[in-house]
């Protein structure tokens, strides 16, 4: 006679915790309550409750969920490349790879930074096109002065025909009379009278040379006490830095100012240009992260939105 009882379930394995409950886990254990956490990481509460709740949707882009992801855990006790790792493979598993022969391209909108460049470039050719316009009118003023005055073949007719104060022989020679009859050329500035005339100085073609010169390269240095996302742009818009820096390094960057510089962590990051420390403007802070630009005169102000 057959057993009816049915055999006994094997028992079954424990689920794996979350990324969000071992960072809980962790905080608890170093006995900090959500508050006290951001206090000491510099952050929002509301990040330390998206991270523990595995809402990293929330966080904005993965690079800085990695971030945070990499700090926290380190700070109460995890592994933060693990959880990375983690997070990463999640990631990958949830939204694979889109085929990309069948997505649409959006069309490509026009970069306005692009056109910086090319505004740059028009502006100098205008002020390069006045500069040769104003040289080349007052050489023609020069000239036109040289051409009207008075010649001595023009000059004679009008001597001869005044009445003369003393008789003139007729064995006179003729060159003598019209070297008395040539009008004495006044010395530069002052009319034939001795009164002074107006001069006007030529252009100094120096100066439009002097306000095309681009600016010198400026040399920026970034030391991380934290870890941050940093992003660095020079006046082209060219991107000289681009990654999360590391709590501890020092990032050299050299460019054309103006420098416009993104932070993910501004409270870790101090800044010096060409040496001199400065100070991030307050208005330039927005939250834990900082946008600001390095002026040719080596000053940082609020970079504009």
């Known amino acids: ?37 951001a206090e000491k ?6 990040v330390i409750e998206a991270l523990e709740a595995d809402r990293f949707a929330e ?16 700070f109460v006790g995890e592994q933060g490349a ?26 490509r909108r026009a970069d306005p930074r692009r056109l910086v460049t090319p505004l740059v470039g028009l502006g100098c050719a ?7 316009w104003w040289v080349l009118a007052g050489s023609h003023a020069g000239t036109r002065a040289t051409s009207g005055a008075a010649t001595p073949a023009e000059t004679l007719p009008a001597a001869s025909s005044a009445p003369s104060a003393a008789p003139t022989s007729a064995a006179q020679p003729a ?45 920026l240095t970034l030391e991380l006490s934290g870890e941050s996302w940093v992003e660095i742009y020079d006046s082209r818009g060219t991107r000289l830095f681009y990654d999360v820096a590391s709590a501890g390094s020092v990032q050299n960057v050299e460019g054309r100012p103006p420098l416009r510089v993104v932070l993910g962590n501004a409270a870790g990051v101090s800044v010096q240009v060409d040496g001199q420390s400065r100070e991030i403007p307050t ?3 927005n939250g834990e992260g900082a946008r600001f630009v390095v002026n040719r005169s080596g000053s940082l102000s609020r970079a504009r939105p």
Do not use: C, F, W
Request: hydrophobic fraction near 40%.
């Open 1 to 37: 006679m057959e057993d009816s009882q049915a055999p006994a379930s094997a028992p079954r394995a424990p689920v794996a915790a979350t990324i969000g409950e071992r960072l809980r886990a962790g905080r608890e254990r170093a006995g900090l309550s959500v508050a006290a956490a």
């Open 41 to 46: 990481l510099h952050l929002d509460s509301k």
């Open 59 to 74: 966080l904005g882009a993965s690079v800085y969920v990695r971030g945070h992801l990499r700090r926290y855990g380190d």
């Open 82 to 107: 693990e959880l990375v790792n983690a997070y990463t493979a999640r990631s990958e598993a949830k939204s694979p790879p889109p085929d990309l022969t069948q997505v649409p391209h959006p069309e």
């Open 126 to 132: 205008l002020v390069l096109a006045v500069a040769i």
């Open 175 to 219: 060159a003598m009379r019209v070297a008395d009859a040539v009008p004495v050329a006044a010395p530069a500035g002052k009319s034939a009278n001795g009164s002074a005339s107006p001069t006007t100085a030529p252009p100094d073609p120096n100066a439009v040379r002097r306000e095309e010169a681009p600016a010198r390269p400026m040399k």
């Open 283 to 285: 208005n330039a802070v």
